[in-house]
DNA sequence: GTTAGCACTCAAAATATTGGAGTGCTAACA
DNA sequence: TGTTAGCACTCCAATATTTTGAGTGCTAAC
């Protein structure tokens, strides 16, 4: 059987009647209000080819339709198809006052919350190819550094160095120790820093000790941070709004996640594998989902590239039935924004 | 009416039977339960009185009976005062690394809603008592400062100074300011930089504009980060557990307390004031609670002091028929461990 | 190819039935 | 005077039953 015009009709106004009721879709309302100006007859007719073809379901005999996961993949492609060039120049003032990374990315996600009433996740650019841009160290006390590292994107992490005490620092010592951290590692990565670098850093150095044990704690610092605390997360509590997710457990699995992160960071690890592949935006429907046991979900991830090469993830999660073309439009604006925010 | 022994000990075995159940307790339970070797028609008697004087309620007629405000009240009272001794000198692993304050009060806050399947919330110390340990500025760039301020405690806070490059800046006049400020500003409070102090720093140097913009932004971040940013939870989701919180919509209330944070500050600051009144244990059942909306839920929090005179909160929420015994034994346990972590 | 008409289906809502846990009261007992 | 057995009564909760109505598929006519 063929997916002609009059089918792709009546399969659109199925689903966009659904997306916004939640509620099955019967052949009296599709013909009042596909514009088709059939009875419905003859949409019943049509609706059944539908079902056979796999784009709608039946919850039950003798009750509406509602779209399958193959129909919301086929209306979604459709969406994508035609706003692909929809990309438009409005400017939000959401980027007014870029200073920090971190403070854009908070006010970022709860935006997007905010906006979409679904639940939003939004990541910072992965530390591990971030740049060292400036490192600091001072003396607190006597056997106690201050480590300070901003990373590109004004990114700031800081630790507390504990010495042995065997190598005696004075102020000045300290001094010729950051100049020559700074001018070793300044421009690098975490994964440039390797044990040949650490090598070079060393020979120009009499504070062998103190030298290795700060540059341990830059790697062991950066590492740490690889994880949970990159992820910005906001709105989680919107998922309460939607009643289909609140009876299966879904909402509060969803909850869960929420909280704990690590399955978050393997989404957003999945979208980011996808977005090399040239495609800048996905959806996920239903079971397509990276998140586990989230069949009633859909997730849509946008990935953003800021001009020195920092890479994110933009990510909203709602019910199935969320209003894909809003999200969609939203996360492209913000991708096209986030790359022009940043120089 | 009186309530005598006899009383107290069925008053007791219902509410330990509800606790446990979660369902309302009728006279043959206790009858068996109590040890009291009483039939199910004396204790009717006295549940009949025990109902009058207000200590436990009928949901309906026809049911058993659970335990009213009042009656939660008198037991966890009871508690306390059989507890005041308890206070043992087991010690956990969890201070052995203590470090950065911070990172502390995460493992804390985590093991917290592990151990009681609670809700939990743990504040650092406030930063408006918290005193400046030491000081630092960098020069970033040309127009740019990189402010670190560590607290006691070593909690270290970060802020980027954007100059408006009317004074030009070279590394050995950031490091005169840097003596200056940390001469002047060590030891205080952001309450103690004072217009007075302010005024004594700018007579003592001659980039007055420079310093100005830094104090200002000392306190501008020492403000933004009273608020929530100081608050720590876990366990959120432990919430789901209880089906008389998911029920009502407590749980989806707390859910949103719990993600925005506002109301925990609150609840952090009542408790805070409650404790400079010397109870150093607060619980608060049902009504009493703090939290805006939710009759269903207990809170409990403790107030702890670190050696050098820094103040923090930890609380546990739960359902009203949370384990009141297990939990004050664990924050009370806690709240000298906390004591004795620090110097 | 389209449509009116009709019998049929089935979930959800409304209503009825039942079972059982629990109570209060009374009268008898120690 | 305090305690207890017995009994009628209440009422929630679980289960069964009925009703309702939206929606379908099929057929025959246009």
Do not use: W
């Amino acid at each position: 059987m063929e997916l002609d015009q009059r089918k792709v009709v009546i399969l659109t106004t199925i689903i966009k009647n659904y997306l916004e009721t939640g509620e099955p879709v019967g052949s009296r309302t599709i013909s009042k209000y596909s514009g088709l100006n059939l009875s419905s007859a003859t949409i019943r007719n049509e609706m059944s080819d539908l079902e056979e073809m796999g784009y709608i379901v039946q919850p039950h005999t003798s009750a509406g339709r509602i779209p399958s996961d193959k129909g919301y993949r086929f209306y979604v492609d459709q969406l994508m198809e035609n706003h692909k060039h929809e990309i438009d120049d409005v400017k939000t003032e959401m980027f007014e006052k870029v200073d920090r990374l971190e403070t854009t990315l908070k006010t970022l996600v709860r935006n997007l919350a905010e906006n979409t009433k679904y639940a939003a996740v939004v990541t910072g650019p992965s530390i591990r190819t971030n740049k060292i841009k400036f490192i600091q160290t001072s003396l607190v006390d006597a056997r106690r550094l201050l480590l300070v590292v901003m990373m590109q994107g004004n990114i700031v992490k800081t630790s507390s160095v504990v010495l042995d005490g065997a190598e005696e620092l004075d102020f000045n010592r300290v001094l010729s120790i950051n100049m020559l951290l700074n001018d070793v590692l300044n421009g690098l990565s975490v994964e440039d820093i390797t044990e040949g670098r650490i090598g070079q850093l060393l020979a120009r150095t009499s504070y062998k000790g103190t030298v290795k044990t700060i540059v341990d704690s830059i790697l062991n610092m950066l590492d740490i941070n690889l994880g949970e605390s990159q992820i910005y997360t906001s709105g989680a509590t919107n998922i309460f709004k939607y009643p289909e997710l609140v009876d299966s457990d879904n909402a509060s699995k969803l909850i869960s996640a929420f909280e704990t992160k690590d399955e978050l960071a393997s989404l957003v690890k999945e979208s980011q594998e996808q977005a090399d592949g040239k495609k800048p935006i996905q959806v996920y429907i239903g079971e397509e989902s990276p998140l586990q046991n989230m069949s009633d979900c859909s997730v849509i991830t946008a990935n953003y590239e800021l001009g020195n090469g920092l890479k994110g993830t933009i990510g909203v999660i709602g019910p199935k039935r969320m209003d894909y073309e809003k999200v969609l439009e939203i996360l492209s604006k913000l991708q096209s924004e986030m790359d022009q925010a940043f120089q």
